[in-house]
């Protein structure tokens, strides 16, 4: 049985506790620095709640997860793994790149596990995707498109504290559409095609109430020779995501919120379509969980890697500064700490 101790339990802290509970593989505490809430989680989940970070890592556990909001991330990372314990940190990795370099060294210094949690890396229809594309029966992609969209304060969990509260308010504690919900596709995209080299990106903040962070993105990014489209806001009445690619022999077309993917090939006339289950809501993270204590333990996880997250950070840094740049071409290569 894992000791895992689970850091900040705002609404996606929660979650992972709740979630790493549910794969009967590990045994939970967390450490939270709100009073209310350390009363509210002891008693809803049954676990110890620390007041103290240094403390609770003096207390048996062989992993954290961090769900602070992101300018805490790398630093509680970075004592977590002197401490000598395994490290899952929730996304974005940080909302700058200060001492990132010395996280990923003190990671490889550690001999422990690490991993960022964005999610999409365990969603099985995604996996399926990307499982056929990378054969090649499609050839090369040559283009992405991508569309998301939703309610953002429908779609949050009743219970949770409204989003005008919360990190989401600050791109200094990782708000906003960019480093919130456009970094979970450009990161999985990264890691179907490779890094973005460059992008330019406009966004504003169009209707969300209470908060001034944006709302709304358009951004264009190039990987080599393949060209990428994203549009994304958090405000309209569907909750519906979109990512298509096309390549020199057809394309495939995925609907994350119907659970599917399909292929269209040249001289068909119709997409062919696979499904997969629609799973409730913490299906996903306890499988991100499970995979966790998998990488733990030895065993492939196709988890999201520290530098592959340190790349994504990078294309949210350049994708904020184009945009304040009124739309310039910016290179994530360029950006420094």
């Not at 509260?165 to 906003?176: F, N």
């Not at 009124?326 to 290569?333: E, F, M, P």
Request: glycine letters at 6%; aromatic letters at 6%.
């Amino acid at each position: 049985m894992h000791q895992v101790l689970v850091v900040g339990c705002g609404s996606i802290g929660e979650r992972h506790l709740r979630c790493f509970q549910k794969t009967g593989r590990a045994q939970v505490a967390a450490c939270e620095s709100a009073p209310a809430l350390r009363d509210t989680i002891a008693a809803r989940y049954g676990v110890t709640v620390h007041a103290d970070y240094t403390a609770a890592l003096r207390a048996p556990c062989d992993a954290v997860v961090i769900c602070t909001p992101a300018h805490l991330h790398v630093p509680l990372a970075l004592q977590a793994f002197t401490a000598g314990k395994h490290v899952l940190i929730e996304k974005p990795l940080s909302q700058s790149l200060e001492n990132v370099d010395k996280l990923l060294q003190a990671h490889t210094a550690s001999g422990r596990q690490a991993a960022v949690a964005y999610v999409y890396h365990v969603f099985p229809v995604l996996g399926a995707a990307r499982d056929f594309l990378r054969r090649g029966e499609l050839g090369a992609v040559k283009h992405v498109v991508l569309s998301s969209g939703q309610h953002f304060p429908t779609c949050r969990p009743a219970h949770t504290v409204p989003y005008a509260q919360t990190y989401y308010r600050d791109r200094k504690t990782g708000g906003g559409a960019i480093q919130d919900a456009l970094t979970h596709l450009a990161n999985w995209i990264e890691s179907m095609i490779g890094p973005t080299d460059s992008l330019i990106c406009d966004c504003a903040h169009q209707v969300l109430a209470d908060v001034t962070v944006e709302d709304t993105v358009n951004l264009s990014a190039r990987h080599g020779d393949i060209l990428v489209n994203y549009t994304l806001n958090q405000f309209q009445a569907p909750n519906e995501n979109f990512i298509q690619f096309n390549a020199v022999a057809g394309s495939l077309r995925i609907e994350l919120h119907r659970q599917r993917w399909g292929v269209c090939r040249h001289g068909e006339a119709d997409w062919t379509w696979h499904e997969a289950p629609v799973a409730e809501r913490d299906a996903h993270f306890i499988a991100q969980a499970n995979a966790f204590l998998d990488q733990i333990e030895g065993r492939p996880a196709r988890l999201c890697s520290l530098a592959a997250a340190a790349q994504t950070l990078r294309f949210n840094l350049a994708a904020l500064a184009s945009a304040d740049a009124g739309g310039a071409r910016v290179r994530c290569a360029d950006l420094h700490a």
